[in-house]
C-alpha cells in the first residue's frame, strides 16, 4: 500500500550520502560541510536509501584481482585455481538466472511490482514490456542481478501484471474455472437464454461479478439498452446501430464548423490521453472511434457538451464488447484487423451504453458541474460521521475533501484504478438500480477507509495529497474490488441516508 510509496521515495536521486564517486578523488572528511536541509522532504529528496542501492565499493573490493606477493607462500597456486573455478562458477549461475529471468518475463509479463510509481510516467512499453528511460539506462547489469537475488529471498506474491487480462482475471490462459464458478455461468446463460430475461434475478447475480464469456450481452441488458425480450433485441440492435451511423453522417462533418471547432478540439487532445500506458487506446482507429463516440454525444447533449473525463466512461464498454471477438492480448490486439461491421457494431453499442450511463448522472457535467460538488459534500460529511479521526486529520492539515474526490467523482475511480478492476467494479454498479450515480458515494467512502492506516500516519498537507491522489493499487485485482464493495454494501445499509442528510 502506502508502504510502496515511502520505499520509492527514497530512489529519486542516485547519490547516496557518505559515498564517493569512483571517478573523482575522495575528499578529506573533515573538510566535508553539510547543507542543513530546509525541510524535511527537500532532506529526503538529497538523500536515498543505502540499503536499495547496491555497495558498489564493496563489490570493487571483492571482485579485485589479489596480486601473488601478497598471499603467503604455498597459497599462490591454490588462490589461483579457487579463484578461477569461483569465477567460473559465478559465471555459470548468472547465465542460469539471466535465462531463467528472461523466461518468466516473457511468460507471466512485466513486474512492476518494484517499479517506482514517479518511473511508470517515463517509461515506455512493447509489445505489453515496460522499458525504461534514458534516465534509468545508467543502472549496471549487475545491479539487476543483485535486485533480483534480493527478491528471491523475500515471500512469493502473484503479481498482477499492469494492463495484462485487461477485460478479467479469468481470461484465456487462466486456470480452469473452479464448480461454483462453472455453476454461476451456466445461470447466467440459462437466464440469458429466457424468452424474457428476468432483470431483477440478473441483477442480482451480477452483483457479485459477471463470467467474461457473458457480460457483453448482460451489460447491454443492464444498462437499458437492449430488451428482456429475446425476440426483440436484434431488432433494436440494428435499429439502434443504424441510428447511431445515421448521427455520424448527419453530424460529424460539422466538427470544424465555427460553432462545434473547439469541442472537437478539446476531445482530439484528450483522446491520446485515455489510458496511455495501454497501446490498444493508441492506435489510430480506436482513437478515431473515441473522437466519434465523444463528439456526437456532446452535440446531442448541448446542456453539458463535452467535459474533460467523459472519454474514461467509454473505455469499460469497448473492452467489454471488443472482448466478444478478442480471446487474449486484447491490450495489443489490432482493431483494425477486425471486419468493418464488427468495428462498427463495437463503436455503435459503446455509444449507446455509455449514453444511457450519463443519463443518470448528467448534472455532473453541466455548468459548475454541480453533481458533482454535491457528491463531494455528501462525501465528507458521511466521512465525518464514518469515521471522525479521518474527518478530523483532513482538519488538522487543511485537506479538502474537493481537492482530491473531485477526481473519484468525474472519473468514477477509473483513475484510481488499473482498468480490469474498473470492469469489475461496474458489473456491480449496473447490478445497483443506482449504481453509478447513488452506490458510488458508499464506494468512495469505503475507498478512503481502506487507506485509513497510510492516511493517518501523513502528517502534512503535500504528503496526504500526493497519497490520495496516488494510492497504490496497481496490483489490484478481482478480491480486493470484491471487498471494496462489500464495504461499501455495509456502508450503504448503516448509512443509507447519507445524500439526504446533508441537505437537512
Same mark, same amino acid.
Given at each position: 500500500? #502506502?508502504?510502496? $510509496?515511502?520505499?520509492?521515495?527514497?530512489?529519486?536521486?542516485?547519490?547516496?550520502?557518505?559515498?564517493?564517486?569512483?571517478?573523482?578523488?575522495?575528499?578529506?572528511?573533515?573538510?566535508?560541510?553539510?547543507?542543513?536541509?530546509?525541510?524535511?522532504?527537500?532532506?529526503?529528496?538529497?538523500?536515498?536509501?543505502?540499503?536499495?542501492?547496491?555497495?558498489?565499493?564493496?563489490?570493487?573490493?571483492?571482485?579485485?584481482?589479489?596480486?601473488?606477493?601478497?598471499?603467503?607462500?604455498?597459497?599462490?597456486?591454490?588462490?589461483?585455481?579457487?579463484?578461477?573455478?569461483?569465477?567460473?562458477?559465478?559465471?555459470?549461475?548468472?547465465?542460469?538466472?539471466?535465462? #531463467?529471468?528472461?523466461?518468466?518475463?516473457?511468460?507471466?509479463?512485466?513486474?512492476?511490482?518494484?517499479?517506482?510509481?514517479?518511473?511508470?510516467?517515463?517509461?515506455?512499453?512493447?509489445?505489453?514490456?515496460?522499458?525504461?528511460?534514458?534516465?534509468?539506462?545508467?543502472?549496471?547489469?549487475?545491479?539487476?542481478?543483485?535486485?533480483?537475488?534480493?527478491?528471491?529471498?523475500?515471500?512469493?506474491?502473484?503479481?498482477?501484471?499492469?494492463?495484462?487480462?485487461?477485460?478479467?482475471? $479469468?481470461?484465456?490462459?487462466?486456470?480452469?474455472?473452479?464448480?461454483?464458478?462453472?455453476?454461476?455461468?451456466?445461470?447466467?446463460?440459462?437466464?440469458?437464454?429466457?424468452?424474457?430475461?428476468?432483470?431483477?434475478?440478473?441483477?442480482?447475480?451480477?452483483?457479485?461479478?459477471?463470467?467474461?464469456?457473458?457480460?457483453?450481452?448482460?451489460?447491454?441488458?443492464?444498462?437499458?439498452?437492449?430488451?428482456?425480450?429475446?425476440?426483440?433485441?436484434?431488432?433494436?440492435?440494428?435499429?439502434?446501430?443504424?441510428?447511431?451511423?445515421?448521427?455520424?453522417?448527419?453530424?460529424?462533418?460539422?466538427?470544424?464548423?465555427?460553432?462545434?471547432?473547439?469541442?472537437?478540439?478539446?476531445?482530439?487532445?484528450?483522446?491520446?490521453?485515455?489510458?496511455?500506458?495501454?497501446?490498444?487506446?493508441?492506435?489510430?482507429?480506436?482513437?478515431?472511434?473515441?473522437?466519434? /463516440?465523444?463528439?456526437?454525444?456532446?452535440?446531442?447533449?448541448?446542456?453539458?457538451?463535452?467535459?474533460?473525463?467523459?472519454?474514461?466512461?467509454?473505455?469499460?464498454?469497448?473492452?467489454?464488447?471488443?472482448?466478444?471477438?478478442?480471446?487474449?492480448?486484447?491490450?495489443?490486439?489490432?482493431? #483494425?484487423?477486425?471486419?468493418?461491421?464488427?468495428?462498427?457494431?463495437?463503436?455503435?453499442?459503446?455509444?449507446?451504453?455509455?449514453?444511457?450511463?450519463?443519463?443518470?448522472?448528467?448534472?455532473?457535467?453541466?455548468?459548475?458541474?454541480?453533481? /458533482?460538488?454535491?457528491?463531494?459534500?455528501?462525501?465528507?460529511?458521511?466521512?465525518?460521521?464514518?469515521?471522525?479521526? /479521518?474527518?478530523?486529520?483532513?482538519?488538522?492539515?487543511?485537506?479538502?475533501?474537493?481537492?482530491?474526490?473531485?477526481?473519484?467523482?468525474?472519473?468514477?475511480?477509473?483513475?484510481?484504478?488499473?482498468?480490469?478492476?474498473?470492469?469489475?467494479?461496474?458489473?456491480?454498479?449496473?447490478?445497483?438500480?443506482?449504481?453509478?450515480?447513488?452506490?458510488?458515494?458508499?464506494?468512495?467512502?469505503?475507498?478512503?477507509?481502506?487507506?485509513?492506516?497510510?492516511?493517518?500516519?501523513?502528517?502534512?498537507?503535500?504528503?496526504?495529497?500526493?497519497?490520495?491522489?496516488?494510492?497504490?493499487?496497481?496490483?489490484?485485482?478481482?478480491?480486493?474490488?470484491?471487498?471494496?464493495? #462489500?464495504?461499501?454494501?455495509?456502508?450503504?445499509?448503516?448509512?443509507?441516508?447519507?445524500?439526504?442528510?446533508?441537505?437537512?
Amino acid at each position: 500500500m #502506502a508502504t510502496d $510509496n515511502r520505499v520509492h521515495f527514497w530512489r529519486r536521486n542516485a547519490k547516496v550520502p557518505g559515498r564517493f564517486s569512483k571517478d573523482t578523488p575522495k575528499p578529506m572528511l573533515n573538510n566535508l560541510k553539510s547543507k542543513k536541509a530546509s525541510s524535511f522532504h527537500e532532506f529526503a529528496r538529497s538523500t536515498n536509501d543505502a540499503w536499495d542501492i547496491d555497495d558498489e565499493e564493496d563489490e570493487d573490493f571483492l571482485s579485485a584481482p589479489v596480486h601473488p606477493s601478497s598471499l603467503p607462500s604455498g597459497l599462490h597456486s591454490t588462490h589461483h585455481q579457487s579463484s578461477q573455478q569461483s569465477q567460473e562458477q559465478e559465471e555459470e549461475e548468472e547465465e542460469e538466472e539471466e535465462d #531463467a529471468c528472461t523466461a518468466d518475463r516473457l511468460a507471466e509479463g512485466p513486474d512492476l511490482q518494484d517499479v517506482p510509481e514517479e518511473m511508470t510516467e517515463e517509461c515506455g512499453q512493447v509489445n505489453g514490456i515496460v522499458v525504461k528511460s534514458n534516465s534509468e539506462a545508467h543502472l549496471s547489469t549487475s545491479s539487476v542481478r543483485s535486485t533480483l537475488q534480493k527478491q528471491k529471498s523475500l515471500p512469493v506474491r502473484q503479481i498482477i501484471p499492469l494492463v495484462a487480462r485487461i477485460s478479467d482475471q $479469468n481470461a484465456s490462459g487462466a486456470p480452469p474455472m473452479t464448480v461454483r464458478e462453472k455453476t454461476r455461468l451456466d445461470k447466467f446463460k440459462y437466464l440469458l437464454a429466457c424468452s424474457n430475461t428476468d432483470l431483477e434475478e440478473l441483477r442480482k447475480h451480477s452483483w457479485s461479478g459477471i463470467p467474461r464469456e457473458v457480460r457483453p450481452i448482460t451489460w447491454r441488458l443492464l444498462s437499458g439498452y437492449l430488451p428482456a425480450n429475446m425476440e426483440r433485441r436484434d431488432l433494436v440492435l440494428r435499429r439502434k446501430r443504424d441510428e447511431y451511423f445515421g448521427f455520424i453522417e448527419q453530424y460529424y462533418h460539422s466538427r470544424t464548423d465555427e460553432h462545434f471547432k473547439d469541442t472537437y478540439r478539446q476531445i482530439h487532445i484528450d483522446i491520446p490521453r485515455t489510458n496511455p500506458l495501454i497501446p490498444l487506446f493508441q492506435q489510430p482507429a480506436v482513437q478515431e472511434v473515441f473522437e466519434r /463516440i465523444l463528439f456526437i454525444w456532446a452535440i446531442r447533449h448541448p446542456a453539458s457538451g463535452y467535459v474533460q473525463g467523459i472519454n474514461d466512461l467509454v473505455t469499460p464498454f469497448f473492452v467489454v464488447f471488443l472482448s466478444e471477438f478478442v480471446e487474449e492480448d486484447m491490450e495489443n490486439f489490432d482493431v #483494425a484487423s477486425l471486419p468493418l461491421d464488427t468495428q462498427r457494431n463495437i463503436e455503435a453499442d459503446s455509444f449507446w451504453c455509455m449514453n444511457k450511463l450519463l443519463d443518470g448522472i448528467q448534472d455532473n457535467y453541466t455548468f459548475a458541474q454541480p453533481g /458533482i460538488q454535491n457528491k463531494v459534500k455528501a462525501l465528507e460529511e458521511l466521512v465525518s460521521r464514518i469515521d471522525e479521526d /479521518i474527518h478530523g486529520h483532513f482538519l488538522k492539515y487543511e485537506v479538502e475533501y474537493l481537492q482530491f474526490a473531485f477526481r473519484w467523482m468525474n472519473n468514477l475511480l477509473m483513475r484510481e484504478l488499473p482498468l480490469r478492476c474498473t470492469i469489475r467494479l461496474w458489473d456491480t454498479y449496473q447490478a445497483e438500480s443506482e449504481g453509478f450515480s447513488h452506490f458510488h458515494l458508499y464506494v468512495c467512502a469505503a475507498f478512503l477507509i481502506e487507506w485509513r492506516k497510510e492516511i493517518l500516519s501523513m502528517v502534512d498537507f503535500q504528503g496526504l495529497l500526493m497519497l490520495l491522489q496516488n494510492l497504490p493499487t496497481i496490483h489490484w485485482g478481482n478480491e480486493e474490488v470484491g471487498l471494496l464493495l #462489500a464495504e461499501a454494501y455495509r456502508l450503504k445499509y448503516m448509512f443509507a441516508d447519507a445524500p439526504n442528510h446533508y441537505k437537512r
